[in-house]
């Protein structure tokens, strides 16, 4: 199994802040079946970046992606309130497919 | 508009079982993968099942391999998770969901919660 470990658990920033979130595979993962997700409370996840690199449709050039191999990282700039959430990465091209444990971004 | 709608969830004690039903509406899963994914409270999300666009691969977690089943009815477009020998740790929110990020696709549903409990 292709464990994803994400780094931190939780981050607070003020929003107009970059961040950025770690997502470090114990196995390669071919980059065309690396995604990262957005959740908010009491939702599904929502596709923010796919191909590790490509924006999913309506996705803000905000968020972008990238990595490789095994590792991997999203980046927030210009953060806004409403990006509050917990961001998961997801690897899917070898069974299982594995989710990272997620990491809680706060909105100060 | 499109719809992953989830059903069936509910209480059941442990060794019970639980059949979990989506219906997809205003989109034909019929050329497309699906899978079910799950979250236990306050944790994370875990990848459950697999099953190719014509039933032909099916593919499931360690955790749940021999007790769940996934099967799909293109014909009447839905999807199902069979759920025998329920343990408590198989407790979570339940959703199907199909992705083809190519194709700007990547629905879910809104979830089925199953508890199992004595």
């Known amino acids: 199994e292709n464990v994803l470990t994400q780094s931190p658990g939780t981050l607070s920033f003020s929003p107009g802040e970059r961040v950025t979130l770690s997502c470090r595979a114990s196995?390669?993962?071919?980059?065309?079946?690396f995604v990262w997700y957005q959740q908010k409370r009491g939702q599904a996840p929502r596709v923010l970046i796919y191909r590790t690199s490509s924006r999913a449709t309506g996705i803000p050039d905000r968020f972008s992606g990238s990595g490789s191999g095994t590792d991997f990282t999203l980046t927030i700039s210009r953060l806004e309130p409403e990006d509050s959430a917990v961001y998961f990465c997801?690897?899917?091209?070898?069974?299982?497919?594995?989710f990272g444990q997620g990491t809680k971004l706060e909105i100060k | 508009q499109v719809q992953l709608v989830d059903s069936g969830g509910g209480v059941v004690q442990p060794g019970g079982s639980l059949r979990l039903s989506c219906s997809a509406v205003?989109?034909?899963?019929?050329?497309?993968?699906m899978h079910w994914v799950r979250q236990a409270p306050g944790k994370g999300l875990e990848w459950v099942a697999h099953i190719a666009f014509d039933g032909g691969n099916i593919l499931y977690a360690d955790s749940v391999r021999g007790r769940f089943t996934i099967s799909r009815d293109n014909a009447n477009n839905t999807l199902a998770l069979q759920m025998n020998s329920l343990r408590v740790e198989d407790t979570a929110v339940y959703y199907c969901?199909?992705?083809?990020?190519?194709?700007?696709?990547?629905?879910w549903g809104q979830g089925a919660l199953v508890a199992v409990s004595s």
């Open positions: 196995q390669s993962v071919d980059s065309r079946f």
């Open positions: 969901a199909t992705w083809a990020f190519t194709l700007g696709i990547d629905y």
């Open positions: 205003g989109f034909s899963i019929s050329r497309y993968a």
């Open positions: 997801q690897q899917y091209g070898s069974s299982p497919y594995t």
